[in-house]
């Protein structure tokens, strides 16, 4: 199972990616973005949930997102 620290920095790579290589297909690139965005979306809630986890764990500095 992946920690929360690696969802959010894969979606948030894979949405820079899609950026990237999808400029030409917006549909398909707004599809993708959106499934990544509610990937990233979980797994910030979830961080922000989780007050018993030390800073290093699976959380993510600020300056991070």
């Given amino acids: 199972m992946a920690t929360v620290h ?4 894969s ?3 894979t949405i820079s ?3 990237i290589e ?3 297909n ?3 690139m707004s599809k993708n973005i959106l ?4 990937d990233l979306t979980e797994g910030v809630n979830v961080r922000d949930q989780d007050d018993d986890t ?3 764990g ?3 500095t600020n300056s991070v997102l």
């Avoid at 690696?6 to 920095?9: D, G, H, L």
């Avoid at 499934?35 to 509610?38: A, D, I």
Wanted: a positive charge; charged letters at 20%; aromatic letters at 0%.
């Fill in 6 to 9: 690696s969802q959010i920095t």
């Fill in 11 to 13: 979606a948030a790579t």
């Fill in 17 to 19: 990616e899609n950026i």
């Fill in 22 to 24: 999808l400029a030409g």
């Fill in 26 to 28: 917006r549909k398909l």
């Fill in 35 to 38: 499934e990544q965005l509610r």
């Fill in 54 to 56: 030390p800073a290093g």
């Fill in 58 to 60: 699976s959380h993510l």
